[in-house]
Structures are given as C-alpha cells and as structure tokens.
C-alpha cells in the first residue's frame, strides 16, 4: 500500500460529518450567507426556527465563535485578485455559493461524500432563485488523497489559486496536518497563490468554566481527539507551518463587532462571565499563508 493509499482509507472520516450539520442549524442564527435557508431546508420536515430567546451563555458563545471564525475567512479573501478558489471541508456553509453569485470566480466546493450528497440538494433548491456570475463546482474530495486533490485542482482555467478550510485541523494529527500541507504545498508551486486556514487553534481546556460543552459535545471531542489535535501555542503554530515551507503573509483581525451574536452573548453573561472571558485570552487565528520560496 502506498502512502496516499494510507492517509486515504486508514481512518474513516465519514463520522466527522455529523457535526456539519449541527453547525448549520447554529450558523441559522446569524446573517451568514444562506445559512438560514439551508438551515430550513435540512430540518424538513421539520419547522426550524432559530430561537433568540436562549439564555445559555454558552450557546452564544459557541455561536460568536463560529460567526467570527466565518467572517474571518471572508476578510483574508478580500482585495485578492485570484479568480481561482478552492474551499476544503467546507460542510454545509454556501460561502461558495455566495462568491459565484456576486463575482465572476471559479469555485470548488469540496467535502466528504456524504456532506456532498446532502448539500448538492440544497443547491438545487438554493439556486432556483439565484443566476450565478461564476462557475461553481462542489464535489466529494478526502483533502487527505494527494492524487484526488490534484485531479480537482485541474479543474480550474490558467491562474492562481486560493485554498480556504476552516474547522479541517482540528480532526488531523500532526502526520495528517503534514499530509494536508504537503498537498496543498505542490499545488501552490504549481499554480501560485495563498492558503487560507481558520483552523490555528491551541489548546484551551478549562480555560473558559463558563464556556463548558455540553456532555455529548464533550464526548465528540473526546472521539476526535479534538483538543490533542489542536496547537500548545501561536508560535509553535508558526514553526509548524514554516517547517512546512509556509509563511504568515496575513492575519485576520478580529471584528466580533461585526457579528450578530455578540449583542446576544452581551445580554446573556455577568460583567464577572465577560471578565473570566476576557482573561482566558485567545484560542484561535485566521492565517492567510504563502509559499516561504
């Protein structure tokens, strides 16, 4: 068996997929592009309807989070002239949808085959309304498979190209994250470009008490291995990534004004919460990377 063989059948990624869903129906709360109608969709036949009326401090957290981590991925984008983009386990969030309806890019939206499925019949009905200026293509890619990574990479015209992926890191280790890297590494030699990752997190357990996860939350993250694959620090981050040929050519800033939940997450805690918060300090950075040579 042969390594990309290895890193693309040895572990079964498909019980990550789950959780896309359950961060849809989150994200149904916030003014993020679609995540409301698909929220919708998704529930049928179900009647979903995002309840604004929850006091749990830690949902609005959870939500903030998210928000912002989108948003982030958004601000790095901006100002890039790149027509070409693709987006790597990118669950069920439609910000490739939005960028082909407002700009004239070529997008690749990819994820496992069993987010794909669901989410190419949300397209169907997301788009009868929508007449796109761009071309977008969504298609089941294991980011991990170095030979199918490069086959959809083909797919797009001349140029260079942008990489995006937020919430992908967090489920690999550290052979993994180097197998992602490597991938995405000959693709921007090739090509030219940036890599966009919202995933540079380090480990935060028990640093925010009144953050706690619920107990099946808890449980998902003890399956994943979740906060062992997160970073001990931003500087080992950097030094991870350098190790790997890349450098920081840009890091988002935060903009937590800018997202809908903080009025509810405001509401919701004690200047005490807020203050334990403000403490416990930073956990996670957008990165907009390029190659170092």
Not at 25 to 44: C, M, Q, V
Not at 128 to 150: I, M, R, V, Y
Request: some cysteine; charged content about 30%.
């Amino acid at each position: 068996m042969n390594q990309e063989e290895t890193f693309s059948n040895e572990r079964d990624y498909s019980s990550i997929s789950p959780s896309a869903r359950s961060l849809l129906l989150l994200k149904g709360f916030t003014d993020i592009p679609f995540a409301l109608e698909a929220a919708k969709l998704i529930s049928r036949p179900d009647h979903y309807q995002p309840d604004f009326s929850i006091k749990e401090l830690a949902f609005w957290g959870r939500l903030l989070h998210f928000e912002s981590r989108y948003k982030s991925i958004n601000q790095l984008l901006s100002g890039l002239p790149i027509q070409n983009i693709l987006e790597i386990s990118s669950g069920f969030s439609f910000r490739g949808l939005s960028s082909v309806i407002n700009r004239e890019v070529y997008y690749i939206d990819t994820d496992l085959p069993e987010v794909i499925t669901i989410k190419l019949s949300l397209l169907d009905d997301l788009l009868q309304h929508e007449k796109p200026k761009g071309e977008l293509e969504t298609l089941a890619l294991n980011a991990l498979d170095e030979a199918a990574f490069t086959s959809i990479t083909n797919h797009f015209p001349k140029g260079e190209v942008v990489i995006v992926n937020e919430g992908l890191l967090v489920y690999l280790d550290m052979d993994e994250k180097r197998k992602l890297c490597s991938n995405i590494r000959k693709v921007l030699r090739q090509r030219g470009g940036y890599w966009i990752t919202a995933d540079i997190y380090i480990k935060s357990q028990n640093r925010f008490p009144d953050l706690q996860m619920n107990d099946k939350l808890q449980e998902f993250f003890r399956e994943h291995r979740i906060e062992e694959n997160k970073f001990n620090s931003f500087e080992e981050a950097e030094a991870f990534f350098k190790a790997e040929g890349f450098i920081i050519d840009k890091e988002a800033e935060a903009e937590h004004q800018n997202s809908g939940s903080l009025k509810y997450l405001l509401a919701n805690a004690t200047q005490e919460q807020l203050e334990n918060m403000r403490r416990g300090g930073r956990i996670r950075a957008s990165w907009r990377l390029k190659l170092a040579d």
